[in-house]
Protein backbone atom coordinates (compact mmCIF):
# COMPACT_ATOMS: atom_id res chain seq x y z
CA UNK A 1 0.00 0.00 0.00
CA UNK A 2 1.27 3.95 -0.73
CA UNK A 3 2.98 5.26 2.64
CA UNK A 4 -0.36 7.71 2.91
CA UNK A 5 -2.96 5.36 2.66
CA UNK A 6 -3.96 5.23 6.14
CA UNK A 7 -4.30 9.26 6.49
CA UNK A 8 -6.24 9.05 3.32
CA UNK A 9 -8.63 6.27 5.05
CA UNK A 10 -8.69 8.22 7.88
CA UNK A 11 -9.61 11.79 6.19
CA UNK A 12 -12.05 10.16 3.94
CA UNK A 13 -13.69 8.17 6.92
CA UNK A 14 -14.10 12.22 8.93
CA UNK A 15 -15.92 13.46 6.35
CA UNK A 16 -18.55 10.64 7.18
CA UNK A 17 -18.17 11.01 10.73
CA UNK A 18 -18.69 15.23 10.73
CA UNK A 19 -21.78 14.52 8.81
CA UNK A 20 -23.51 12.58 11.07
CA UNK A 21 -22.04 13.99 14.23
CA UNK A 22 -25.17 14.27 17.02
CA UNK A 23 -23.99 17.70 18.21
CA UNK A 24 -25.95 21.11 17.76
CA UNK A 25 -24.41 24.78 18.61
CA UNK A 26 -26.17 26.04 22.01
CA UNK A 27 -27.97 29.21 20.12
CA UNK A 28 -28.92 30.56 23.66
CA UNK A 29 -25.38 31.36 24.35
CA UNK A 30 -24.10 32.74 20.49
CA UNK A 31 -24.38 36.42 19.75
CA UNK A 32 -23.91 36.00 16.15
CA UNK A 33 -22.99 39.43 16.01
CA UNK A 34 -20.22 39.40 18.61
CA UNK A 35 -16.92 41.04 18.92
CA UNK A 36 -14.34 38.16 17.90
CA UNK A 37 -11.60 39.94 19.90
CA UNK A 38 -12.99 41.23 23.20
CA UNK A 39 -15.38 38.25 23.44
CA UNK A 40 -14.86 34.50 23.21
CA UNK A 41 -15.61 33.46 20.38
CA UNK A 42 -17.88 30.38 19.57
CA UNK A 43 -16.54 27.45 17.73
CA UNK A 44 -18.70 25.30 15.49
CA UNK A 45 -19.20 22.07 17.75
CA UNK A 46 -19.27 19.87 14.22
CA UNK A 47 -15.88 20.07 13.19
CA UNK A 48 -12.71 17.82 13.19
CA UNK A 49 -8.55 19.60 13.00
CA UNK A 50 -6.54 17.52 11.38
CA UNK A 51 -3.17 17.31 10.55
CA UNK A 52 -1.41 15.14 7.77
CA UNK A 53 2.05 13.92 6.76
CA UNK A 54 0.38 14.14 3.37
CA UNK A 55 -1.92 16.56 1.34
CA UNK A 56 -4.53 14.07 1.64
CA UNK A 57 -7.32 16.34 0.03
CA UNK A 58 -4.98 16.56 -2.86
CA UNK A 59 -4.88 12.46 -3.71
CA UNK A 60 -6.54 11.29 -6.92
CA UNK A 61 -5.91 8.24 -8.51
CA UNK A 62 -4.06 10.73 -11.63
CA UNK A 63 -2.05 12.55 -8.60
CA UNK A 64 -0.21 10.90 -5.96
CA UNK A 65 2.29 11.98 -3.83
CA UNK A 66 5.99 9.79 -4.30
CA UNK A 67 7.08 11.65 -0.75
CA UNK A 68 5.75 13.00 2.05
CA UNK A 69 6.42 16.97 1.94
CA UNK A 70 8.19 19.28 4.21
CA UNK A 71 5.22 21.00 5.95
CA UNK A 72 2.29 18.88 7.57
CA UNK A 73 -0.77 19.28 5.99
CA UNK A 74 -3.55 21.01 8.12
CA UNK A 75 -7.27 20.49 7.53
CA UNK A 76 -10.74 21.45 8.91
CA UNK A 77 -13.58 19.20 8.34
CA UNK A 78 -16.65 21.11 9.33
CA UNK A 79 -20.82 20.40 8.92
CA UNK A 80 -22.23 24.19 7.93
CA UNK A 81 -25.68 25.19 9.58
CA UNK A 82 -27.19 24.07 6.23
CA UNK A 83 -25.77 20.66 7.01
CA UNK A 84 -23.70 20.46 4.44
CA UNK A 85 -19.95 19.05 5.07
CA UNK A 86 -16.80 21.31 4.03
CA UNK A 87 -13.23 21.55 4.11
CA UNK A 88 -11.16 23.90 4.37
CA UNK A 89 -7.16 23.60 4.48
CA UNK A 90 -5.63 25.85 7.38
CA UNK A 91 -2.18 26.93 8.03
CA UNK A 92 -0.26 26.13 10.57
CA UNK A 93 -1.07 29.29 12.96
CA UNK A 94 -4.61 29.45 11.50
CA UNK A 95 -4.73 25.52 12.82
CA UNK A 96 -3.26 26.72 16.38
CA UNK A 97 -5.86 29.28 16.73
CA UNK A 98 -8.03 26.49 16.53
CA UNK A 99 -6.53 24.41 18.44
CA UNK A 100 -6.66 27.19 21.38
CA UNK A 101 -10.10 28.05 20.90
CA UNK A 102 -11.23 24.17 21.24
CA UNK A 103 -8.88 23.85 24.73
CA UNK A 104 -9.44 27.10 26.48
CA UNK A 105 -12.84 28.68 25.51
CA UNK A 106 -13.20 31.34 28.09
CA UNK A 107 -9.98 32.65 26.30
CA UNK A 108 -11.13 36.41 24.36
CA UNK A 109 -10.19 36.44 20.79
CA UNK A 110 -7.63 38.72 21.30
CA UNK A 111 -6.14 36.59 24.06
CA UNK A 112 -5.67 33.82 21.72
CA UNK A 113 -4.03 35.82 19.25
CA UNK A 114 -1.51 37.46 22.29
CA UNK A 115 -0.52 33.70 23.07
CA UNK A 116 0.00 33.01 19.31
CA UNK A 117 1.97 36.31 19.15
CA UNK A 118 4.06 35.41 22.35
CA UNK A 119 4.52 31.16 20.92
CA UNK A 120 5.62 32.80 17.23
CA UNK A 121 7.91 35.56 18.81
CA UNK A 122 6.35 37.96 16.94
CA UNK A 123 8.15 41.18 16.73
CA UNK A 124 4.47 42.71 16.42
CA UNK A 125 1.88 41.06 18.07
CA UNK A 126 -0.71 44.01 17.10
CA UNK A 127 -0.29 42.81 13.46
CA UNK A 128 -0.69 38.89 14.61
CA UNK A 129 -3.95 40.24 16.52
CA UNK A 130 -4.84 41.82 13.14
CA UNK A 131 -4.51 39.43 11.05
CA UNK A 132 -6.26 37.01 13.73
CA UNK A 133 -9.11 39.01 13.43
CA UNK A 134 -9.33 38.65 9.78
CA UNK A 135 -8.48 34.83 10.15
CA UNK A 136 -11.82 34.96 13.09
CA UNK A 137 -14.07 36.73 10.63
CA UNK A 138 -13.23 34.53 7.75
CA UNK A 139 -14.27 31.86 9.81
CA UNK A 140 -17.64 33.38 10.55
CA UNK A 141 -18.30 33.57 7.49
CA UNK A 142 -17.98 29.99 6.73
CA UNK A 143 -20.06 28.43 9.68
CA UNK A 144 -16.58 27.69 11.05
CA UNK A 145 -17.07 30.06 14.35
CA UNK A 146 -20.79 30.78 14.87
CA UNK A 147 -20.07 34.00 17.02
CA UNK A 148 -19.27 34.74 20.48
CA UNK A 149 -20.19 33.30 23.88
CA UNK A 150 -23.01 35.98 25.33
CA UNK A 151 -21.94 37.42 28.19
Do not use: C
Amino acid sequence: DPPFMLELAHYEWVELAVSVMDVEPELDKIDPDGDLLLQSPYLNPAMVSLAYVYPVHMIRPEHTPDSAPEQPTFLLVYRDLNDKVEFMQLNAVSARLIELLEQQPELRGEQVMQQIAQELNHPDPLQVVSGGLAILQNFREKNIVLGTFRD
